[in-house]
């Protein structure tokens, strides 16, 4: 992307900081619900005549390097995007979601370091194949306030 600024006043200025803010708010929503989308309900098992249902009692694990079920949805819930600093946004998981937060959002993501679970990444691994689409996301929400700001 490739923007030119010839005008230095404060009011283009701060057309340019609210046209970034606007993008990067954008991207993280996009990237945030692309994470939640991610985990899928954990496997059905087939009840007598009657149909299928979620398994309930034993606890189903995603194979190892695939996307984690959601087995309470705790974690999906917890998944958010909001302003962190100035014109810094990010997506990701929230401490006070949950009364503990999510601490194994990051075991999930990492696998632990002594090897007994595997890392299901759901973090990164939805960010990464979505590159291009966020990146046209800011370009396009960026430019339409710019556009809106400059009128």
Request: charged share 30%.
């Amino acid at each position: 992307m490739k923007f030119v600024i010839e005008d230095y006043t404060d009011e283009s200025m701060d057309a340019i900081v609210a046209a970034t803010d606007l993008g990067l708010e954008a991207v993280s929503l996009m990237a945030a619900k692309k994470m939640a989308e991610n985990m899928i309900d954990s496997p059905t098992i087939q009840v007598g005549e009657g149909g299928w249902r979620r398994q309930v009692g034993k606890v189903v694990h995603s194979f190892p390097g695939d996307f984690p079920f959601r087995q309470t949805g705790n974690l999906a819930r917890s998944i958010t995007n909001g302003r962190i600093g100035d014109r810094e946004w990010a997506a990701g998981t929230t401490p006070g979601y949950h009364p503990e937060g999510v601490p194994y959002g990051f075991i999930l993501e990492k696998g632990t370091k002594d090897g007994t679970i595997k890392p299901r990444p759901w973090l990164w691994a939805s960010i990464k194949p979505q590159k291009r689409r966020l990146k046209k996301e800011f370009e396009r929400v960026f430019h339409r306030g710019m556009e809106f700001a400059t009128r």
